[in-house]
T-cell receptor, first 114, second 112 residues
Framework: AQSVTQLDSHVSVSEGTPVLLRCNYSSSYSPSLFWYVQHPNKGLQLLLKYTSAATLVKGINGFEAEFKKSETSFHLTKPSAHMSDAAEYFC????????????FGTGTRLKVLA | EAGVAQSPRYKIIEKRQSVAFWCNPI?????LYWYQQILGQGPKLLIQFQNNGVVDDSQLPKDRFSAERLKGVDSTLKIQPAKLEDSAVYLC??????????FGPGTRLTVT
């Protein structure tokens, strides 16, 4: 069975400082992993995805994530936070073998302080 | 390219009433999903269609929820009768087969 754990429900950073949002996964298959962002009253937007190619994945808006199989982690990072990054972030695991069903984490709310 | 469209954006109903949501996926996307997102939680899959057929509806409360996808394009999700615990955002997403999902803006349902 697949599952995903987002280790922090809330993260606060100052503008211009690095962002780290943590995600651990469990999967019986070779997983696909995604990070989505959700701004208030908006739909989910794909930030980046990992599908068994390069382990360091670069996404939009300066975000990147590293797939570490030995640690079953897929943490999201950004070198310098911007006020517009304040939002809810979801880590998602899916399998390549079955229905490609998404399993969502519970989300991390990122707050960016001026 | 147009994104996933949903309507209405907001709906307020009383318990025991019925409600319907509409979704128009991205053109050419064979797979369509409906999710329920309760405040403070991640989205939960209700039903997945591939073209006209249902792939997964294991978490759909079938005594009150129904969904259809006519002609493999648009889809409607219906709740009848609604309960207070159905208050949530209902998200529609679409994808090519075995590819990332694209989400619509959602419908926020409040049941009073």
């Amino acid at each position: 069975a697949q599952s995903v754990t987002q280790l922090d429900s809330h993260v606060s950073v100052s503008e211009g400082t690095p962002v780290l949002l943590r995600c651990n996964y469990s999967s019986s298959y070779s997983p696909s992993l995604f990070w989505y962002v959700q701004h208030p009253n908006k739909g989910l937007q794909l930030l980046l995805k990992y599908t068994s190619a390069a382990t360091l994945v670069k996404g939009i808006n300066g975000f990147e994530a590293e797939f570490k199989k030995s640690e079953t982690s897929f943490h999201l990072t950004k070198p310098s936070a911007h006020m517009s990054d304040a939002a809810e972030y979801f880590c998602v695991v899916s399998d390549l073998e079955g229905t490609y069903k998404y399993i969502f984490g519970t989300g991390t709310r990122l707050k960016v302080l001026a | 390219e147009a994104g996933v469209a949903q309507s209405p954006r907001y709906k307020i109903i009383e318990k025991r009433q019925s409600v319907a949501f509409w979704c128009n996926p991205i053109s050419g996307h064979a797979t369509l999903y409906w999710y329920q997102q309760i405040l403070g939680q991640g989205p939960k899959l209700l039903i997945q269609f591939q073209n006209n057929g249902v792939v997964d509806d294991s978490q759909l409360p079938k005594d009150r929820f129904s969904a259809e996808r006519l002609k493999g394009v648009d889809s409607t999700l219906k709740i009848q009768p609604a309960k207070l615990e159905d208050s949530a955002v209902y998200l529609c997403a679409s994808s090519l087969v075995r590819d990332e999902q694209y989400f619509g803006p959602g419908t926020r349902l409040t049941v009073t």
